[in-house]
């Protein structure tokens, strides 16, 4: 309908065409034809006037869109900078206190022989670990009883007894990890102190001691400071008294450098605790220099992780970008004259060839489109054979859009946008109907969803089921696997569809230790926000199960169907809380992987004869 209007401004533009020329001036009854500019002169001036302005307003508001764009990715790159730092030192911490609660294991749970067979099995523990070298068992009154390393360590420095303070700490910290300083080995490396307490029954039975090595953290951060900030020097963590925790100069580290006077903290307001979480991205000064910055704070820790960047080198390419803006809006402009010259010229030639040409182009006339001007020798043949060439190429680019826009069509039809980037690549990988492939399920529940929901307004509900999906999606994903549906509180994702690999189970099983580790991070920002917590009762199983496209011909869901599904979700039924059940088919293709399982006996699973051996995964 909008382009109606197009031709008849042409046809009357045609019909004054094909008036008569005016009787020369001077002629009995004819007035006179006033002189003015030509209209080669007046078409130029036009086009100069209608192309110059808004180059030079595009110009200064791409200098100022692009200065702002600037700014926000340099903020955007601190911020992530420092969410990745967090990221690795929560990692590594975790994987510490892990360490030590399996040596404590090793150490305390009974049927494994006397002490010395268990201070053997503990040495070869340790000997097997990166982060640590040694530990020191402690009694519970703080006195040293033995330490164990492994062969090549040399004796450590560590405290032949705890002081009080330290140990009134350890009974207060709940079984977690207790962390004193940063202070450099024998080997002048820094280390961290931590200190675990074994509770048992509720009361603290032992203390571990050990160092950890901070070496290959610092190195991480000194080479994303090189990376993205142009020094190493511009990544760092500090503890609550301001002193070095991480940085890429391990003697700094070692000195435990006291950087109170840092402009960062001068840029915040008031003496800010990092018990509470702060996140803040300031200017401030540093010897002289103007910077830029990022602080975020690790409260469990107490610990603020830094990045920083002088200003002149993180915004270095913005006056390089204003001449160089400058210099377009020049050559734009030596352009538009020289285009206005041309196009003056063209358009002073006869108007009807070229109003048919467009005409034509306007009615999607891609082939042939310039016949009418093509067979002219002047400027207007030139561009009569332009005309042709944009008709091909529109012709061409129709063909694409439309093939885009069928497969665009036939996405849409999904549910689940986990297959999309398979579909893209290889749209017949998916077919109508479905294949017998086999794949594993995992089922994720909401422990108590139904009295959380009765406590808690709805919209507390639907924040904590949107955090708690999009983290369950990162961590499905990044093991390889698909989600299949929501299914209220319920996750439900499958491996071995679309695609397959060997070890499909085995990445099932470890998706759910992620799913069940990152849920206590997850619970303790849900009780400092909402007060409240929650748990996940897993299920997995892995069976044969047709996956396909089920629905209608308007509307299709990429799924899996069949027992296996089925046997998958009463595993979860019968999963306590924070407990991740599997079923025997699971188990075998595991096989020796290094996951550990524990039999848990065989279930009568709801509306099945025969009875199903199910595995647990151990805390």
């Given at each position: 309908?909008?382009?109606?209007?197009?031709?008849?401004v042409e046809t009357r533009?045609?019909?004054?065409?094909?008036?008569?020329?005016a009787?020369?001036a001077?002629?009995?009854?004819?007035?006179?034809?006033?002189?003015?500019?030509?209209?080669?002169?007046?078409?130029?001036?036009?086009?100069?006037?209608?192309?110059?302005?808004?180059?030079?307003?595009?110009?200064w508001?791409?200098?100022?869109?692009?200065?702002?764009?600037?700014?926000?990715?340099?903020?955007?790159?601190?911020?992530?900078?420092?969410?990745g730092?967090?990221?690795?030192?929560?990692?590594e911490?975790?994987?510490?206190?892990?360490d030590?609660?399996?040596?404590?294991?090793?150490?305390?749970?009974p049927?494994?022989?006397?002490?010395?067979?268990?201070?053997a099995?503990?040495?070869?523990?340790?000997?097997?670990?990166?982060?640590i070298?040694?530990?020191?068992?402690?009694?519970?009154?703080?006195?040293?009883?033995?330490?164990?390393?492994?062969?090549?360590v040399?004796?450590?420095?560590?405290?032949?007894?705890l002081?009080?303070?330290?140990?009134?700490?350890?009974?207060?910290?709940?079984?977690?990890?207790v962390?004193e300083?940063?202070?450099a080995?024998?080997?002048g490396?820094?280390?961290?102190?931590?200190?675990?307490?074994?509770?048992?029954?509720?009361?603290?039975?032992?203390?571990?001691?050990?160092?950890?090595?901070?070496?290959?953290?610092?190195?991480?951060l000194?080479?994303?400071?090189?990376?993205f900030?142009?020094s190493?020097?511009?990544v760092?963590?500090?503890?609550?008294?301001?002193?070095?925790?991480?940085?890429?100069?391990?003697?700094?580290?070692?000195?435990h450098?006291?950087?109170?006077?840092?402009?960062?903290?001068?840029?915040?307001?008031?003496?800010?605790?990092?018990?509470?979480?702060?996140?803040?991205?300031?200017?401030?000064?540093?010897?002289?220099?103007?910077?830029?910055?990022?602080?975020?704070?690790?409260p469990?820790?107490?610990?603020?992780?830094?990045v920083?960047?002088?200003?002149?080198?993180?915004?270095?390419?913005?006056?390089?970008?204003?001449?160089s803006?400058?210099?377009?809006?020049a050559?734009?402009?030596?352009?538009?004259?020289?285009?206005?010259?041309?196009?003056?010229r063209?358009?002073?030639?006869?108007?009807?060839?070229?109003?048919?040409?467009?005409?034509?182009?306007?009615?999607?006339?891609?082939?042939?489109?310039?016949e009418r001007?093509t067979?002219?020798?002047?400027?207007?043949?030139?561009?009569?054979?332009?005309?042709?060439?944009?008709?091909?190429?529109?012709?061409?680019?129709?063909?694409?859009?439309?093939?885009?826009?069928?497969?665009?069509?036939?996405?849409?039809?999904?549910?689940?946008?986990?297959?999309?980037?398979?579909?893209?690549s290889?749209?017949?990988?998916?077919?109508?109907?479905?294949?017998?492939?086999?794949?594993?399920?995992?089922?994720?529940d909401?422990?108590?969803?139904?009295?959380?929901?009765?406590?808690?307004?709805?919209?507390?509900?639907?924040?904590?089921?949107?955090?708690?999906?999009?983290?369950?999606?990162?961590?499905?994903?990044?093991?390889?696997g698909?989600?299949?549906?929501?299914?209220?509180?319920?996750?439900?994702?499958?491996?071995?569809?679309?695609?397959?690999?060997?070890?499909?189970a085995?990445?099932?099983?470890?998706?759910?230790?992620?799913?069940?580790?990152?849920l206590?991070?997850?619970?303790r920002?849900?009780?400092?926000?909402?007060?409240?917590e929650?748990?996940?009762?897993?299920?997995?199983?892995?069976?044969?199960a047709?996956a396909?496209?089920?629905?209608?011909?308007?509307?299709?869901?990429?799924?899996?169907?069949?027992?296996?599904?089925?046997?998958?979700?009463?595993i979860?039924?019968?999963?306590?809380?924070?407990?991740?059940?599997?079923?025997?088919?699971?188990?075998?293709?595991?096989?020796?992987?290094?996951?550990?399982?524990v039999p848990?006996g065989?279930?009568?699973?709801?509306?099945?004869?025969?009875?199903?051996?199910?595995?647990?995964?151990?805390?």
């Amino acid at each position: 309908m909008a382009a109606n209007p197009v031709p008849v401004v042409e046809t009357r533009s045609a019909e004054r065409g094909t008036e008569q020329p005016a009787p020369p001036a001077g002629e009995k009854g004819t007035p006179a034809v006033p002189r003015g500019l030509p209209l080669f002169i007046r078409l130029f001036l036009f086009i100069l006037l209608c192309a110059l302005p808004p180059l030079v307003g595009l110009g200064w508001s791409m200098r100022d869109t692009n200065k702002d764009a600037l700014q926000e990715l340099v903020r955007h790159l601190h911020r992530s900078i420092v969410g990745g730092v967090q990221g690795t030192v929560r990692r590594e911490l975790a994987r510490v206190e892990q360490d030590l609660k399996r040596i404590s294991h090793i150490l305390f749970e009974p049927g494994l022989g006397d002490d010395a067979t268990r201070y053997a099995l503990a040495g070869s523990r340790v000997a097997a670990l990166d982060g640590i070298d040694f530990f020191t068992l402690y009694a519970p009154n703080g006195q040293s009883v033995t330490t164990v390393k492994a062969e090549e360590v040399p004796d450590p420095q560590i405290a032949s007894r705890l002081e009080p303070a330290l140990l009134d700490a350890l009974r207060a910290s709940n079984g977690q990890l207790v962390f004193e300083s940063v202070r450099a080995n024998r080997q002048g490396a820094p280390v961290l102190e931590v200190f675990y307490p074994i509770v048992r029954d509720g009361t603290v039975r032992a203390i571990l001691g050990t160092q950890v090595k901070l070496g290959e953290l610092c190195d991480e951060l000194g080479g994303l400071g090189e990376k993205f900030l142009g020094s190493r020097e511009n990544v760092f963590v500090v503890d609550h008294e301001r002193r070095l925790v991480l940085h890429a100069d391990q003697a700094r580290v070692a000195a435990h450098e006291d950087l109170s006077r840092h402009g960062i903290f001068a840029a915040l307001s008031g003496n800010a605790s990092f018990r509470t979480h702060i996140a803040a991205i300031p200017d401030f000064q540093l010897d002289g220099l103007e910077m830029i910055g990022a602080l975020e704070t690790i409260p469990e820790r107490g610990w603020a992780v830094i990045v920083q960047q002088p200003r002149a080198v993180a915004y270095a390419s913005l006056s390089k970008m204003h001449w160089s803006i400058l210099e377009a809006l020049a050559v734009a402009a030596l352009v538009a004259l020289v285009a206005g010259l041309l196009g003056a010229r063209l358009l002073t030639w006869p108007i009807r060839d070229l109003m048919a040409a467009t005409r034509a182009l306007a009615e999607r006339t891609f082939r042939g489109v310039g016949e009418r001007v093509t067979r002219r020798g002047d400027e207007l043949g030139a561009l009569g054979r332009a005309f042709d060439s944009m008709a091909l190429t529109l012709e061409a680019k129709e063909r694409e859009v439309v093939a885009q826009t069928q497969v665009r069509a036939a996405l849409s039809r999904y549910l689940s946008p986990d297959v999309v980037d398979l579909v893209v690549s290889n749209p017949d990988q998916l077919r109508l109907g479905g294949e017998r492939r086999e794949v594993t399920i995992l089922f994720a529940d909401v422990v108590g969803f139904t009295r959380l929901s009765e406590s808690q307004p709805p919209e507390t509900i639907v924040a904590l089921l949107n955090e708690l999906f999009t983290f369950a999606t990162e961590i499905i994903q990044r093991r390889g696997g698909i989600i299949d549906k929501f299914i209220g509180d319920c996750v439900m994702a499958v491996w071995g569809s679309p695609q397959s690999h060997p070890d499909d189970a085995l990445r099932a099983v470890q998706a759910a230790e992620d799913l069940r580790r990152w849920l206590d991070v997850g619970n303790r920002r849900w009780r400092a926000r909402w007060g409240i917590e929650i748990q996940l009762a897993i299920g997995i199983h892995t069976g044969p199960a047709v996956a396909g496209n089920v629905g209608s011909e308007k509307r299709m869901e990429y799924t899996v169907i069949g027992d296996t599904v089925n046997v998958a979700a009463r595993i979860e039924s019968m999963a306590q809380p924070g407990q991740i059940l599997v079923s025997e088919a699971t188990r075998e293709r595991i096989g020796d992987s290094g996951v550990e399982l524990v039999p848990a006996g065989e279930r009568q699973l709801h509306g099945r004869t025969a009875a199903t051996r199910i595995f647990e995964v151990p805390l």
